[in-house]
């Protein structure tokens, strides 16, 4: 019953081929892609059905002897983080297609966004199956190089530079990467992760600790924890729409899962666990008070962005069945919001033509769906009580309050802190775009004129070589005209939805989280499906 | 497992000259700095395989004599991967130096906005002093 593990990552990739293939075929390229992506959601949700039932799967690739090989392994928690991922990336593809349908080509290289899309979504799923330190590395390698194409598609002004500071972190992050694996080897002679919790012990503690400082470092940069954080708020707000938001969706989830699967599977409780919890609380904090001071949307989703990862790392940090359930949880809560909001900002910029907030209003009248589009993720994201947000923080909420340490209540307080701010960060936005009416063109004079004053200087000056550039967001956009097609606002209301059915199953998920977060608290079942008797 | 000093004190150098590249203002120095990292911790997975040996052939010599082949194959992945980072990364230089005739990284255009209006000691562009809160407005209405 294996068998099926390594679809998730082939289907894909077998896809990205063929629509490679049939480059000059947009209808079967789209059709492609569907058909795979659909796939891959029926293969996540048996592969979840299976690991509940049956426990932890794994399959040994190729034909090596049982440690040297690469193996593929989904627990309860990869299982769902493969689901969550392959339904909200379906969803992404169909708004993409809404988009391409409705805007044609206009000369972009767009016959490789298809490829490309689904070489990130196996990356994104083998991160999720690898069993080794060295598999990880690849499938990040893969997600990684598909967003750098993804990023910079196009290649106009805006989009280089963001790109370049996406890829240079990338780059280093990888190769610090590649040293913690040198020195993992070195230590223990296997970058099996099964094997690894099984020799970790026995190693000189320092040795452990310096090990395990370097991965989280490095799964930190991905994550975007708060003191290497700075490069997401940068890059992603250039990027299309559909990019963003399944970036924002799943690429720092992938950094945050890898931290839960190690410190969970290698390193146990320890110190760095409160560690874990400070650098939570400094996110949220610093990471919604950016949040707060922007005045685009799309800028101001990515601080919040930045700001929520705080929520994960503080159930990780916490080290016990409630936090890390409560954990899991809130990555695939979050999964799906971020993604949701991330999309609704791109049909924001089509009907209002910006996604600064100076520059928009009265979009409630122009189109209440929107508003509804909107404000259902928007509050969702905040934690008020009908949605996931509110059961993923309140979960959360209760593992800190059961942990009862100084720590934990710092996190507990900075937890509530920053739920309000987020609230009043998306209802700034709410109320800026959609309630008050269209602001008169020109811009209201009085307030802005000292700011665009300052702005020409620095253009004058040729400070900012890109400022012109239209699609950073602060400078005018082109206005997209046009509605919203109907596949875009489809695909995004199916996002939208997922997270609500979320709160509507929650105590079934939650019943899963637990058992997923039990199994991660006992490593000896993961290990033992691993790896045969005769080896360990 | 004895560790070899020479190739870890050449993978600290390279590493060391890497990052002080990357931490150049221009790309293509960029690129150059993260070429010879990538190389030095290339040579750290050498160090890391332990005592060189023979060609690891089945049959050709014992197991003792043979080196380590897994981290090899590692570092044989990582060299293929970093070869198409560096080729992405030249790609990028290039298209910035056609667009701006330069290939440094420009500064963001926020941050920059951030510190002009920080040096003029002006608000940001959200900040509205004009606009009170509404419950105010309701109640000068209220007694208007």
Not at chain 1, 72 to 79: K, P, T
Not at chain 1, 270 to 286: C, E, F, K, N, P
Not at chain 1, 469 to 483: A, I
Not at chain 2, 19 to 25: A, G, M, S
């Amino acid at each position: 019953m294996t068998d099926l593990l390594p679809f998730p990552v082939l289907l894909p990739l077998f896809g990205a081929a063929l629509t490679l293939v049939l480059r000059r075929h947009k209808t079967w390229q789209r059709a492609i892609s569907l058909a795979v992506l659909l796939a891959q959601v029926v293969v996540a949700a048996i592969l979840m059905v299976q690991t509940h039932r049956h426990g932890p799967q794994a399959l040994w690739i190729g034909a090596w002897d049982e440690p040297l090989g690469i193996v593929l392994v989904a627990d309860r928690l990869a299982a769902l983080m493969l689901l969550v991922s392959s339904v909200v990336t379906l969803f992404v593809l169909l708004y993409a297609i809404g988009q391409g349908v409705s805007d044609g080509d206009e000369g972009a290289p767009l016959s490789i966004y298809f490829p490309t899309f689904l070489v990130l979504s196996a990356g994104v799923s083998n991160a999720f199956l690898a069993g080794d330190l060295f598999n990880l590395f690849v499938s990040f390698e893969m997600l990684l190089f598909a967003s750098f194409v993804l990023l910079t598609l196009g290649g106009h002004g805006a989009r280089i530079r963001a790109g370049t500071t996406y890829v240079i972190v990338s780059m280093v992050s990888s190769m610090l990467f590649l040293v913690a694996i040198a020195a993992t080897y070195a230590a223990t002679g296997t970058v099996n992760l099964a094997q690894l919790a099984l020799r970790m012990p026995d190693i000189d503690h320092r040795a452990a600790l310096a090990l395990q400082l370097l991965l989280l470092i490095v799964f930190g940069i991905k994550a975007a924890v708060f003191p290497m954080s700075a490069w997401l708020p940068d890059s992603y707000p250039s990027a299309p729409a559909p990019v963003s938001a399944v970036f924002a969706g799943l690429l720092t989830k992938v950094g945050v899962y890898a931290i839960l699967r190690v410190q969970t599977l290698l390193f146990g409780d320890s110190i760095v666990d409160r560690m874990i919890m400070i650098a939570g609380l400094l996110t949220m904090i610093i990471g919604i008070l950016g949040a707060v001071a922007q005045s685009g949307i799309k800028r101001m989703l990515s601080f919040t962005l930045v700001s929520h990862i705080g929520f994960m790392l503080f159930g990780i940090g916490l080290m016990s069945q409630a936090g890390i359930s409560a954990a899991v949880f809130y990555i695939a809560h979050h999964i799906t919001v971020q993604t949701a909001l991330f999309l609704v900002a791109g049909l924001i910029e089509r009907l209002g033509g910006s996604t600064v907030l100076d520059r928009l209003g009265g979009l409630a009248t122009t189109s209440p769906l929107l508003g509804v589009l909107f404000f259902v993720p928007a509050m969702n994201l905040a934690g008020i009580p009908p949605f996931s947000g509110f059961v993923a923080k309140t979960g959360l909420l209760q593992a800190g309050v059961a942990d009862n340490t100084p720590v934990a209540w710092a996190l507990v307080v900075g937890s509530i802190v920053t739920s309000i701010l987020t609230l009043y960060a998306v209802t700034k936005a709410w109320s800026a775009a959609f309630w008050r009416p269209k602001p008169q063109e020109p811009a209201p004079v009085s307030s802005r004129q000292p700011v665009l004053g300052r702005l020409s200087d620095a253009v004058g000056r040729g400070v900012v070589a890109v400022w012109e550039d239209p699609s950073v967001e602060l400078s005018e956009q082109r206005t997209q005209g046009g509605g919203m097609p109907r596949l875009m606002v489809l695909g995004a209301a199916a996002v939208i939805l997922a997270g609500v059915v979320l709160a509507g199953f929650a105590g079934q998920l939650f019943a899963y989280t637990d058992s997923a977060a039990a199994q991660l608290l006992s490593p000896l079942s993961y290990i033992s499906a691993v790896l045969p008797p005769e080896v360990r | 497992m004895s560790a070899n000093l020479t190739l870890i004190l050449v993978a600290g150098v390279l590493v060391a000259t890497g990052v002080h590249l990357i931490f150049e203002r221009a790309l293509s120095r960029v690129i150059l700095g993260i070429v010879l990292a990538s190389n030095g911790v290339g040579v750290l997975y050498l160090a890391a395989g332990g005592a060189a040996g023979g060609a690891p052939f089945v049959g050709a010599r014992p197991a003792e004599e043979m080196s380590d082949p897994l981290p090899q194959a590692m570092v044989l992945t990582a060299i293929v991967i970093s070869l198409a980072s560096v080729a992405f990364v030249l790609s990028l230089a290039y298209r910035q130096w056609r667009l701006t005739g330069s290939d440094d990284v420009p500064d963001d255009a926020e941050d920059e906005l951030i510190r002009s209006l920080a040096q003029a000691d002006q608000t940001s562009s959200t900040y509205d002093p004009e606009t009170e809160s509404t419950s105010l407005a309701d109640e000068e209405d209220a007694t208007a």
